[in-house]
């Protein structure tokens, strides 16, 4: 069972500043990582898929790297609907797996 | 545009069953793998089961294993998720989600709340 983690929990920027979101691993997951955007009270939306693909209507300001068992989203300017939680997801391995989250708040 | 709105969620004691349905439109339903994704209050996301496009692999999280029972109709457009022996950690807001990739998670409906309680 592959154990994906999260890091940091939370994440405090100030808008228009860089934020970067950690996810690692417990296993290669090779390129089967996706990213997930919750805003309160909504479902979450599919963000990245295939570790740097954006899905339809991201915004070119997110980005996504990594490989194996690291993985980075980069947000290069926050905007103030960036301020929600977002999740990894690995899709290579059954049990599917999510990461435990991090909230980007505002500083 | 892509529509999966699920339903049959409530309040029910432990021990007792429950069925959730989600009904999906704007896609073509056979090309997807579909999934239910739950999320406990306050909590984050786990996935809980899943069945290809023809129902040939299933998959469970090991705690509803022998519990809960995937299930799809094409015909229908249609996904189930048929719940016994519920018990009060299986409370929470339930997702179909379907992905072109089998395991991605492309499409998300808005929920069902299931709250186990007596």
């Known amino acids: 069972e592959i154990v994906l983690t999260q890091s940091p929990a939370t994440l405090a920027v100030s808008p228009g500043e860089r934020a970067t979101l950690s996810c690692r691993a417990s296993?290669?997951?090779?390129?089967?990582l996706a990213w997930y955007q919750q805003k309160p009270g909504q479902a979450p939306r599919l963000l990245m898929y295939g570790v740097s693909t954006r899905a339809t209507d991201t915004p070119a300001r997110f980005s996504g790297s990594g490989s194996g068992t690291e993985f980075t989203l980069i947000i290069s300017s926050l905007q103030s609907e960036d301020f929600v939680v977002y999740y990894c997801?690995?899709?290579?391995?059954?049990?599917?797996?999510f990461g435990g989250g991090t909230k980007v708040e505002i500083k | 545009e892509v529509q999966l709105v699920e339903s049959g969620g409530g309040l029910v004691q432990p021990g007792r069953s429950l069925r959730l349905s989600c009904a999906a439109s704007g896609l073509t339903f056979d090309d997807y793998g579909m999934h239910w994704v739950r999320q406990a209050p306050g909590k984050g996301l786990e996935w809980v089961s899943g069945i290809s496009w023809n129902s040939g692999v299933i998959g469970y999280v090991d705690s509803v294993k022998g519990r809960f029972t995937i299930s799809r109709d094409n015909a229908k457009n249609s996904l189930y998720l048929q719940m016994d022996s519920l018990r009060s950690e299986d409370t929470a807001l339930y997702y179909c989600v379907g992905g072109m990739v089998f395991g991605r998670f492309d499409h998300w409906g808005q929920g069902s709340l299931v709250i186990v309680s007596s």
């Open positions: 997801q690995q899709y290579k391995h059954w049990p599917l797996a």
């Open positions: 296993q290669s997951v090779g390129g089967n």
